[in-house]
C-alpha cells in the first residue's frame, strides 16, 4: 500500500468549473507508463472528472465498465473516502470514450483498482483540501483548526458548512500541490460492506444493457456468419428473407450476410429464411481430435524456450524417480447472458454514435473509425452497462458490422447476435496440450520440472501463468504455438486459469510420488513466495488440513498468485455412483487492501461457478471447420442446485492493492481435481469431466 | 398481423403484431419495455421470464397470440407501486452481478412465492434450477428468496 501523498510533476489538476456553479475538478494523473499524455503543447486532458454541486451532490466520473464486478461502487468508494463525502450524494457517471485522455481504458486484467488506487485516492484528497480552504478561508480561521465530516467542513468553534455551500468558492482557489491522504485507519467506506450503486436498478429493471438502447428510427439487424471459421459468402438468395414482414434490406457485411429488420424477431426471422453459398476456405475439415493430434505431434520436438532455471533436461535422467503426465486443458466459451450486439448511429455529417456493451469503448472506437475511414474524433461511444464480459468485451468484432450497415441505410441500427452467434463466434479460450515432466532426488525433493505447452497461436494467451511458483533447482517451460483456425481471446484469468490447473494438479502428482503432504510439499518449496506462502498456510488452517474427513471424503490443495493477488484453495469432495460431490471449498485472498469485502466474496463466488462450469459441464469442440455447441442445451451452465458451499476469507495484509475480478479461478479446478484424486484415486489430466471419468477402472 | 389485447403490468395493452411473435420481443422491440431479457431465444435459460396469469412463463417461446386476455407482469411492473419483497431482498441480499439474468430470476422467484410462500430448500432449488446466472449469484439468490419469504412473501 505504497501511497505517495505528493502530486508529482507529470499531474494536473485543475479546476473546470465556471464561477458560481461548483466545484469540478479535472485531474490528469497517469495511470500507468503507457498512459502518458503528452501536454507539452498545453492541451490538458483530464482523466479524473470529479464535480461537487451547488446542491451537494458529489459526481464521479468512471473510465472503467460495469460488467458486475463492481468498479462503479469500488471506484466511488476510494473516491468519497478521501473527499469525506456523504455516501448518499454519491453518484457515479460513465466516462465517454477517448482515445488518450483516459490512458487505456480497458476493463481486463483485475486492473481497475489495482491501476487507480492511488489516482482516485488522490482525486478525493485534493478535492477534500480545497473544499476545507474555502471554509477556512470565509470563517479566517487557520485551516488547521477545521475539519470534515460527510459532506460539511466543521470548525473547532461549531460552525459548519456543507460542501454544496463551499463548492463555488472552493473552485477560486489554487488546486494544492500535495495532499496528505487518510490514514487506513481513518477510512469511512474502504473496507466496509458498502451498497453497490448498481443494484437498484438491476433489480427494478431500469438497468440498460447494449442490447437495450432504443433511439429513435431505428432498426435491428442479425447476421449469418460462416460458420466455418474463416468462410466467406459466396453468393446469397434474399427473395424469402424480403418476404418476411418487417424485413428491410439483406446486404453483405464484412461478417457475413445482413438482414435488417423493424424488430429483431423480424432480423432473425429473415436470417432463417436466407439461402448462402459459402466457401467454407481451409479449416472445413479441422476437428477437435485432429486439433489434439497436430499438437501430440508438436509436443514431441523441443519448443521455444520460456522461463527456466538451472539445466531441467540435464537434471531428469539424473533424478531418482521421475513421472510424466499429459494434461488437455478445454477450449471454453464465454458465453456472457448478454449476446454480442452494438448499436451505431452513423450521421450525413460524418460523425458517428455508439451504445456498447464494452471492456474497451477505445477499441470500439478504433473500428468505427476504420470502418467509416474518419479520425477517431468524428466517433462517440457510451458505454453500457455489460450483461458479462468477462475477456470477451474486449475485442470489437460485434461493432464493424453495426457501423457499416447504419452508415449505409442512414438509420441507427443494432446488430444483435443470436446466442448461437455468439456461442460459434466467441473468441475461446485455447485449448491447450501440456506435457510434464518432473524428477525427485532421493529424499524426495523436487529437483526437476520440464512442462512443454502446445496451444494455438498466441504466447501470452497459451504460456501466462505457467513459471512454477516453487523453488526449483531446474526447471523448463518451453512451447509451440500453431495456428489452428480456431479464434481465441481473452478468458477471465486468461493464461492463469489453464496454466493454474496444470501445473498445481502436477505438482500434486509430485507430492504424492514422493510420498508427501500436498500442502507440505508446496509448502517447503515456496520459501522464495512469502505471500502465496501465507495464503497457502491460510487457507489450510481455515480447511482444518490434516483433520479427519469422513469415509471417502478427499481434500485438495491449490495456490496461484496471479493479477497481483494471492489465493490459496481447499476443497472437500467425494465421488459417488461416478459422480462428483463437492461438499466444501475454503479460498483464501491476499488481495492486499479490501475495499469492499462483499464484492470480494462475490467475484469469489463467480469464478468458483464459472470454474465448475468449465470442470463439470461442457467445453467447445470443433467438427467440420466449426463449432459443435450453439446453445445452452448442448452448451449447458452451472445450476443453483449444483453450486458448492463456498467460504471466502480475506486475509489482512498489508501487500500492494491486487486484482479480484480474475485470481479466484486459477486456484479452484486444481484444488478440487486434487481433492478427487485424494477422494478416489483418480487423477483428473482432462477436462471437462466426462460421463465416465470418475467411475472407477 | 393480428390485434392482441391483454393486461400489462395493470394497463389494458393492445398490439398490432404477427401472432406467432414471441411475446419477448413485442415486450422489447414493439412496447419498449427491455427489462425482459433475451439469454437463449429456446426456452433454456430464463432470462425472459415474465408472470403471465401469475405463472412463471418464459416469453421467448411463448407467441403472443397466447397472451391474449391475459395478465401479464414484467419486472417493470412488480415493483412499481412500492419495491416487491423480493426486490428489497435482492438489494439486501446485493444479488446481481452484471445482472443481466436477474429480470428472469426474480420473475421467477415471484411465480415460486406466490405459489407457496414458504417453500423449503429444495422447492427453492427445484424452481430456480431453471434460471441459468453465467456471473453465479445462485448463493445469494437463495438467500434473497429466503430472506423475502420470511418477511411473509407478498
Ligand atoms: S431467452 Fe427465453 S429462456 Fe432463454
Ligand atoms: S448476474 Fe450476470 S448472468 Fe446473472
Keep these: 500500500m505504497t501511497s505517495s501523498n505528493t502530486i508529482d510533476r507529470r499531474e494536473f489538476i485543475k479546476v473546470a468549473s465556471a464561477a458560481g456553479t461548483g466545484l469540478v475538478l479535472a485531474f490528469y494523473l497517469p495511470a500507468t507508463a503507457d498512459a502518458a499524455v503528452d501536454t507539452s503543447g498545453g492541451t490538458f486532458e483530464p482523466n479524473v472528472w470529479l464535480r461537487i454541486g451547488t446542491d451537494n451532490r458529489v459526481t464521479i466520473t468512471l473510465s472503467r465498465s460495469e460488467m458486475g464486478q463492481g468498479i462503479m461502487t469500488s471506484m466511488a468508494m476510494i473516491v468519497a473516502d478521501e473527499l469525506d463525502a456523504d455516501w448518499k450524494n454519491v453518484s457515479v457517471e460513465q466516462a465517454i470514450a477517448h482515445p488518450k485522455k483516459y490512458g487505456s481504458m480497458s476493463t481486463g486484467g483485475s486492473w481497475s483498482i489495482r491501476g487507480h488506487w492511488d489516482i482516485w485516492r488522490k482525486a478525493g484528497a485534493t478535492a477534500r483540501m480545497m473544499l476545507l480552504s474555502a471554509a477556512a478561508a470565509q470563517w479566517k480561521v487557520e485551516p488547521s483548526t477545521c475539519k470534515t465530516e460527510p459532506n460539511v467542513v466543521l470548525h473547532s468553534t461549531g460552525k459548519k458548512l456543507s460542501y454544496g455551500e463551499l463548492a463555488s468558492a472552493a473552485a477560486a ?9 487518510k490514514d487506513p485507519s481513518a477510512f469511512r467506506y474502504i473496507g466496509k460492506r458498502m451498497k453497490r450503486l448498481d443494484t437498484p436498478a438491476k433489480v427494478k429493471g431500469t438497468a440498460i444493457f447494449g442490447i437495450d438502447i432504443r433511439r429513435p428510427g431505428m432498426l435491428f439487424a442479425s447476421v449469418e456468419q460462416s460458420a466455418v471459421f474463416g468462410g466467406k459468402a459466396v453468393s446469397h438468395d434474399a427473395t424469402q428473407a424480403l418476404a418476411i414482414p418487417g424485413v428491410v434490406r439483406v446486404l453483405p457485411t464484412a461478417k457475413g450476410i445482413a438482414v435488417v429488420a423493424t424488430s429483431t424477431w423480424a432480423a432473425f426471422q429473415g436470417r432463417e429464411a436466407l439461402k448462402i453459398t459459402w466457401d467454407e476456405g481451409q479449416w472445413a475439415t479441422q476437428s477437435s481430435e485432429s486439433i489434439w493430434a497436430t499438437f501430440a505431434e508438436l509436443s514431441k520436438e523441443p519448443g521455444t524456450s520460456g522461463d527456466k532455471a ?13 513421472v510424466e ?3 488437455r486443458a478445454p477450449l471454453l466459451a464465454h ?3 448478454e449476446p454480442m450486439n452494438c448499436t451505431a448511429d452513423v450521421r450525413t455529417d460524418g ?23 474518419v479520425d477517431v474524433e468524428r466517433v462517440k461511444v457510451n458505454t453500457t452497462l455489460l450483461g458479462g464480459g468477462f475477456g470477451r468485451r474486449l475485442a470489437a468484432d460485434y461493432v464493424t458490422d453495426a457501423v457499416q450497415l447504419s452508415k449505409e441505410l442512414g438509420k441507427p441500427v443494432q446488430v444483435v447476435w443470436t446466442r448461437e452467434d455468439d456461442m460459434q463466434h466467441d473468441l475461446y479460450r485455447p485449448m491447450t496440450y501440456n506435457v510434464f515432466r518432473g524428477g525427485l532426488d532421493a529424499a524426495g525433493e523436487l529437483i526437476a520440472w520440464h512442462h512443454r505447452i502446445v496451444g ?11 513459471k512454477p511458483p516453487y523453488a526449483i533447482p531446474n526447471y523448463l517451460v518451453d512451447y509451440h504455438l500453431k495456428e489452428v483456425g480456431v479464434p481465441i481471446g481473452a478468458w477471465r484469468a486468461v493464461g492463469p486459469t489453464q496454466n493454474g490447473w496444470v501445473v498445481e494438479s502436477f505438482v500434486d502428482e509430485m507430492a504424492h510420488a514422493a510420498k508427501k503432504d500436498p500442502y507440505e510439499f ?17 487457507a489450510a488452517d481455515k480447511a482444518k488440513w490434516g483433520s479427519k474427513l469422513p469415509k471417502g471424503v478427499g481434500r485438495g490443495i491449490a495456490a496461484v498468485e496471479s493479477f497481483g493477488s494471492s489465493v490459496a484453495e481447499v476443497a472437500e469432495v467425494s465421488v459417488e455412483d461416478g459422480k462428483l460431490r463437492i461438499h466444501r471449498i475454503v479460498v483464501a485472498v491476499d488481495c492486499g487492501p479490501v475495499v469492499n469485502p462483499d464484492t470480494i466474496e462475490a467475484q469469489v463466488e463467480s469464478a468458483l461457478v464459472m470454474t465448475l462450469t468449465g470442470m463439470i459441464k461442457d467445453e467447445i469442440t470443433i467438427e467440420r471447420g466449426r463449432v459443435k455447441q450453439s446453445n445452452f442445451d448442448d452448451h449447458r451452465l452451472l445450476t443453483f442446485e449444483e453450486m458448492p458451499k463456498v467460504e471466502v476469507y480475506t486475509i489482512p495484509s498489508t501487500e500492494p492493492v491486487g486484482g479480484i475480478g480474475e485470481p479466484a479461478l486459477p486456484p479452484a479446478a486444481p484444488a478440487i481435481c486434487n481433492a478427487i484424486f485424494a477422494a478416489s484415486g483418480i487423477r483428473i489430466r482432462t477436462l471437462p469431466l466426462g460421463p465416465d471419468t470418475l467411475r472407477k477402472r | 398481423m393480428a390485434s392482441i389485447t391483454f393486461v400489462l403490468n395493470g394497463k389494458r395493452t393492445t398490439v398490432d403484431v404477427d401472432s406467432d411473435t414471441p411475446l419477448l420481443w413485442v415486450l422489447r422491440d414493439t412496447l419498449g419495455l427491455t427489462a425482459t431479457k ?5 426456452g433454456i435459460c430464463g432470462s425472459c421470464t415474465v408472470l403471465m396469469d401469475g405463472e412463471a412463463t418464459r416469453s421467448c417461446v411463448t407467441p403472443v397470440q397466447l397472451a391474449e386476455e391475459k395478465t401479464i407482469v414484467t419486472l417493470e411492473g412488480l415493483g412499481a407501486e412500492r419495491l416487491h419483497a423480493l426486490q428489497e431482498a435482492w438489494i439486501e441480499e446485493e444479488v446481481p452481478q452484471c445482472g443481466y439474468c436477474q429480470p428472469g430470476q426474480i420473475m421467477t422467484a415471484a411465480a415460486l412465492l406466490q405459489a407457496n410462500p414458504k417453500p423449503s430448500d429444495k422447492e427453492i432449488d427445484e424452481m430456480m434450477s431453471s434460471v441459468l446466472c453465467r456471473c453465479g449469484t445462485y448463493p445469494r439468490i437463495k438467500r434473497a428468496i429466503k430472506r423475502a419469504a420470511q418477511g411473509g412473501g407478498q
Design chain 1, 522 to 538: 508446496r509448502r517447503a518449496l515456496l520459501a522464495n513466495s512469502p505471500r502465496l506462502k501465507r495464503a497457502l498456510e491460510f
Design chain 2, 38 to 42: 433475451y439469454g437463449c431465444g429456446e
Design chain 1, 325 to 327: 503426465a499429459i494434461y
Design chain 1, 351 to 373: 460523425t458517428c454514435e455508439l451504445w456498447v456493451p464494452s471492456q474497451s469503448p477505445q477499441a470500439a472506437q478504433t473500428e468505427a473509425a476504420r470502418v467509416l475511414g
Design chain 1, 456 to 466: 494455438p497461436n498466441s504466447r501470452g494467451l497459451v504460456t501466462g501463468g505457467s
Design chain 1, 310 to 322: 538451472g539445466d531441467a533436461l540435464a537434471a531428469l535422467p539424473a533424478a531418482a524417480k521421475t
Design chain 1, 335 to 337: 458465453a456472457t447472458m
Design chain 1, 173 to 181: 482557489l489554487p488546486v494544492p500541490t500535495d495532499v496528505v491522504l
